[in-house]
């Protein structure tokens, strides 16, 4: 055992134990823990974050990870059990069986492959998901948790949005693509787009305190800043899309004048961030590599191939280590299947040039899981969708149903996304596509809850017999009782 690994093994056996003993000490502080849980989704990075039993490899997942989030979260999840909520938990919050599901088929892919120890990484972080999932659909249970993650959300972006900036033009660390602490352009440009239609609805809203207003407005616009400094082609064609539907509809659903400034102060300020970056942006789009499109075919040949060959696949995360070592190589080099030495190619620096991970998070699915494995995926983010779309339209808290909109246009842009990257699989965006689709959850199980107190407001009291006037036909009777108080 190494010593990193040795050193993950002890942050969290140390640390899950220490937050447990915090909550417990400190339970009118949780939705503080809440809010710090949700903000280091953002990252991911060392030393804050371990590897345990690290493999150096081209793989999605390289070791069984522990991170700063992973602490609260199981800690969370103990406190829970030990009757530390106080309240009723959803041990099944909605959509749980269908991850189950592509928990199980992940095992069954594994079965015969080239490594399978490697697919376990995956299958943790894949229960770790559930359990973050899990433990925001329970402790989201009012409004003031609702705005607790918004704001941990802002955070995160406000976070990255400076960390772009100080690399950038403090330091000088950066003078390509920024990365924030994420470790490639496109992670951070993937994560950022899912949070700010969600912050942009909100902002259209009256809802928000003065102090609240600025927070997410500083966050859209850093947030906006980092994306275009990721050079994400992509990214930067889906956010200004996502942004302008959110505002279309939030106008459509009530058009007010406040909303109409707001339209007109960002189109001020995108037309002043457009104009500064334009040259650059122009020059991004014109000097992508034609061998970067042809690579991510060749990827997604190599995939179907996989997929059509395996009914589960070739394993969970195991995609570039077959890759690497099987016949389907040959498939992301099509033109070299001719070369005089193929060992000898394989080895060299050319022959690894191509190697990598499915740009596609579909075909990665298919590749590693199968059909099967695919199809339950796509079940499972489906039914997340239509359920917020069916949130969406029931709505009419105006707060709730602004949230309901940024979350649908978000995560609707972020799979479309990933038809171009596999970034939905980095720990970083599953995580806090979890925390949206939970708090998603909760503000459902919120808007219950609040519907029935105000009916049992409304219900009108039942009369009590025992102190029912009696009328006496008897008139001396009558006026004795009116005398006594009872008439």
Not at 240 to 269: D, N
């Amino acid at each position: 055992m190494t010593m990193a690994s040795l050193m993950g093994l002890l942050v969290f056996f140390i640390g899950v134990p220490a937050v447990v003993a915090l909550l417990f000490t400190f339970p009118q502080h949780r939705r503080l823990f809440l809010a710090v849980m949700i903000f280091f989704t953002c990252y991911v990075k060392k030393p804050l974050y371990q590897e345990v039993f690290f493999v150096n490899y081209r793989g999605v997942d390289r070791g069984f990870a522990v991170t700063v989030s992973d602490l609260l979260f199981f800690g969370f999840l103990i406190w829970m059990m030990l009757g530390g909520l106080r309240a009723k938990i959803q041990w099944l919050p909605f959509n749980s069986i269908p991850w189950f599901l592509l928990i199980l088929v992940s095992c069954f892919s594994l079965v015969g492959s080239i490594e399978p120890y490697y697919g376990l990484f995956t299958i943790h972080k894949f229960i770790r998901c559930w359990i973050l999932y899990l433990v925001v659909v329970n402790l989201v249970r009012d409004r003031q948790d609702v705005m607790a993650v918004l704001t941990a959300l802002a955070a995160a972006v406000v976070f990255q949005g400076f960390t772009v900036l100080w690399a950038k033009y403090i330091t000088q660390a950066v003078v390509a693509r920024s990365i924030g602490t994420f470790r490639h352009p496109n992670t951070l440009a993937m994560y950022t787009d899912l949070i700010l239609p969600v912050l942009l609805g909100v902002l259209m809203t009256r809802v928000l305190t003065a102090r609240q207003g600025l927070i997410f407005a500083t966050a859209i616009l850093l947030g906006f800043i980092a994306v275009l400094f990721t050079k994400s082609r992509a990214a930067m064609l889906l956010l200004p899309a996502s942004m302008g539907i959110v505002v279309g509809i939030s106008i459509l659903m009530r058009p007010t004048s406040r909303k109409f400034g707001l339209l007109a102060v960002g189109f001020v300020a995108l037309g002043l961030i457009i104009a500064i970056a334009l040259p650059r942006l122009i020059r991004r789009f014109e000097s992508a590599p034609k061998e970067s499109a042809e690579t991510r075919e060749y990827f997604n040949a190599a995939a179907a191939a996989m997929a059509r060959d395996n009914l589960f696949g070739i394993g969970i995360n195991l995609y570039s280590h077959s890759l690497a070592n099987t016949d389907y190589y040959w498939l992301v080099y099509p033109d070299k299947t001719e070369v005089p030495d193929p060992e000898a190619f394989r080895e060299s620096v050319q022959g690894q040039s191509r190697l990598g991970t499915a740009h596609h998070i579909y075909w990665l699915y298919a590749a590693e899981t199968g059909y099967p494995g695919l199809v339950i995926f796509l079940l499972h983010t489906g039914l997340f969708s239509l359920y917020n779309l069916i949130c969406f339209v029931r709505e009419r808290d105006h707060l709730f149903k602004s949230i309901f909109l940024g979350m649908l246009v978000g995560t609707s842009i972020h799979h479309l996304h990933g038809t171009l990257e596999w970034i939905f699989r980095q720990t970083e965006v599953q995580y806090l596509y979890f925390v949206m689709m939970g708090t998603m959850v909760a503000m459902i199980t919120i808007r219950r809850r609040e519907d029935a107190a105000l009916q049992g407001q409304k219900r009108p009291l039942r009369p009590v017999l025992s102190r029912v006037p009696v009328v006496s036909p008897d008139p001396a009777a009558h006026l004795r009782l009116r005398h006594e108080g009872l008439a």
